[in-house]
């Protein structure tokens, strides 16, 4: 069984920063591609950022590109979210998500596992 714990959420003012961390239990962490959604209130859920399984391919939203950045350590079964220069807009709640693919997705029905969610809240 696979089950994925997302971190490291929090309240910062506006031009901060915060790193989102997901710790993933269960074999086989090395294979699978990993991404980032976010949802805010009232919205769908929505694509921020994958890494394939290797770390050697990224892909982001149009939204955070230049500012947030997708990173993995296989050895520690964890994927990172480096945001920074953040918005209000970038208020939602954050969840990871895990896949035996190959390369990075954007579409969630993609997705097999996923975490319960960080809170990520911005003031202006």
């Known amino acids: 069984q696979v089950q994925l714990v997302e971190s490291g959420g929090g309240l910062v003012q506006a031009g901060g920063s915060l790193r989102l961390s997901c710790a993933v239990s269960g074999r086989g962490f090395s294979n699978y591609r990993m991404g980032w959604f976010r949802q805010a209130p009232g919205k769908e859920r929505e694509f921020v950022a994958g890494i394939n399984w290797s770390g050697g391919s990224t892909y982001y939203a149009d939204s955070v590109k230049g500012r947030f950045t997708i990173s993995r350590d296989n050895a520690k079964n964890t994927v990172y979210l480096q945001m920074n220069s953040l918005k209000p807009e970038d208020t939602a709640i954050y969840y990871c998500?895990?896949?035996?693919?190959?390369?990075?997705?954007?579409?969630?029905?993609?997705?097999?596992?996923w975490g319960q969610g960080t809170q990520v809240t911005i003031s202006s």
């Open positions: 998500a895990a896949d035996s693919g190959l390369r990075p997705a954007v579409e969630a029905k993609k997705y097999d596992y």
